[in-house]
Nanobody, 121 residues
Framework: QVYVAETGGGSVETGGSLRLSCVAS?????MGWFRQAPGKEREAVAG???????DYADSVRGRFTVSRVHAKNTLFLQMTSLTPDDSGVYYC??????????????????WGQGTQVTVSS
């Protein structure tokens, strides 16, 4: 069982930036970010392998950057040019059988409790 925990959520205005962090109890081959807005299904944001391969959802590509520090089992998500559509609960996920399906939530085994991101217009 891998435990993950997110931090860094908050409230910003449109055009602002936020940085999310996630710490895992163990190293895993892949880690990712997903989000869920009220009344909507969970959707992918970004994922990264231990080797540094990344993938992004089209909706955040060019605005968000995913990175990880292996030595600290830590995952980051730098979010810029935020809009109200980016609001929601952001979840960190980890898994060892993700392969290159980095933005497929079904591939991840371990999930955090989520951190709220609110972008006001």
């Amino acid at each position: 069982q891998v435990y993950v925990a997110e931090t860094g959520g908050g409230s910003v205005e449109t055009g602002g930036s936020l940085r999310l962090s996630c710490v895992a109890s163990h190293k895993t081959s892949a880690m990712g970010w997903f989000r869920q807005a009220p009344g909507k299904e969970r959707e992918a944001v970004a994922g990264i392998t231990m080797a540094g391969t990344k993938d992004y959802a089209d909706s955040v590509r060019g605005r968000f950057t995913v990175s990880r520090v292996h030595a600290k089992n830590t995952l980051f998500l730098q979010m810029t040019s935020l809009t109200p559509d980016d609001s929601g609960v952001y979840y960190c996920a980890a898994g060892d059988n993700v392969g290159y399906s980095l933005i497929d939530s079904r591939k991840y085994d371990s999930w955090g409790q989520g951190t709220q991101v609110t972008v006001s217009s």
